[in-house]
T-cell receptor, first 112, second 110 residues
């Protein structure tokens, strides 16, 4: 029972490079989220998808794009990475937008 | 002013004692409240949620909510070394957006 799976777990990028973080859930959840976590800042919402076919901006969307590929998969893309995007990224899912989230293991991204 | 505020700690608690964690929020229309536990290097996991004023108990954990004071707390009774973690308060505000606090680090000392 995998739950929420994120790949890759670690990535080092150079400034200006692009990459996509992949997320998949097998719990038949409707809502999916991307958060970033920085020391002292807590979790901040980047983008979310309340249901298949919809996406909305969260608190810190600049520099990111997302795709809800189907009900299971929600990807996060950095088109031109910046050092300010160095962070730990968490994907999460929930049945509906209630706050009862299930998180993936996280992806640690370093931008040099 | 942050929407959800927590004391960052660390909160040092002797083994077997009660750990008391506090969280305040700014949106008076917030309806649901959550406590997540996050071990170092791991992802957050939901341990408690509360929707109504008063206390809610689950094993050694008790969540307390006072909407008039815009205050939610988490008590951990009979604290164990395995309770050493960062505890994140999350609030679903009146816009339906989940806001997280920065977390309180708890250290249980044997």
């Amino acid at each position: 029972n995998a739950g929420v799976t994120q790949t890759p777990k670690f990535q080092v990028l150079k400034t200006g490079q692009s990459m996509t973080l992949q997320c998949a859930q097998d719990m038949n959840h409707n809502s999916m989220y991307w958060y970033r976590q920085d020391p002292g800042m807590g979790l901040r919402l980047i983008y979310y998808s309340a249901s298949e076919g919809t996406t909305d901006k969260g608190e810190v969307p600049n520099g990111y794009n997302v795709s809800r590929l189907n009900k299971r998969e929600f990807s996060l893309r950095l088109e031109s990475a910046a050092p300010s995007q160095t962070s730990v990224y968490f994907c999460a899912s929930s049945v509906t937008n209630t706050g009862e989230l299930f998180f993936g293991e996280g992806s640690r991204l370093t931008v040099l | 002013q942050k929407e959800v505020e927590q004391n960052s700690g660390p909160l040092s608690v002797p083994e077997g004692a009660i750990a008391s964690l506090n969280c305040t929020y700014s949106d008076r229309g917030s309806q649901s409240f959550f406590w997540y536990r996050q071990y170092s290097g791991k992802s957050p996991e939901l341990i408690m949620f509360i929707y109504s004023n008063g206390d809610k108990e689950d094993g050694r954990f008790t969540a307390q909510l006072n909407k008039a004071s815009q205050y939610v707390s988490l008590l951990i009774r009979d604290s164990q070394p395995s309770d050493s973690a960062t505890y994140l308060c999350a609030v679903n505000n009146s816009w339906g957006k989940l806001q997280f606090g920065a977390g309180t680090q708890v250290v249980v000392t044997p």
